[in-house]
């Protein structure tokens, strides 16, 4: 069994930074691939950065350049520093952590999820 348990939600005007950490409990090899996602009321949750066991990222095109994701091997906690807030960015963001496939590589879906931190940017 994995616990994820983030912190770092808040609210920032907008062009401001925030960060987001993720402490991940259990079993190492069930959070090889880590990622974050957010989700506002009435809306899909979207992707927003996934790292793999190698260190392989990958962000959603909304927040490139803008958002860094990183990991901790060593505390196994993840982290999403996000600067230049924009008030479109604000939504419950959630950390996710799975096993990965063979080799290392992310799935498609996650096999657990945190609690979720609220961020909020105002305009």
């Known amino acids: 069994q994995v616990q994820l348990v983030e912190s770092g939600g808040g609210s920032v005007q907008a062009g401001g930074s925030l960060r987001l950490s993720c402490a991940a409990f259990?079993?190492?090899?069930?959070?090889?691939?880590m990622g974050w996602f957010r989700q506002t009321p009435g809306k899909e949750r979207e992707g927003v950065a996934r790292i793999d066991s190698g260190g392989s990222t990958n962000y959603a095109d909304s927040v490139k350049g803008r958002f860094t994701i990183s990991k901790d091997k060593a505390k196994n906690t993840l982290y999403l520093q996000m600067n230049n807030l924009k008030p479109e960015d604000t939504a419950m963001y959630y950390c996710?952590?799975?096993?990965?496939?063979?080799?290392?590589?992310?799935?498609?879906?996650?096999?657990?999820w945190g609690q979720g931190t609220q961020v909020t940017v105002s305009s």
């Open positions: 259990g079993a190492f090899y069930s959070t090889q691939c």
């Open positions: 996710a952590a799975d096993p990965g496939r063979y080799g290392g590589s992310c799935r498609s879906a996650f096999a657990y």
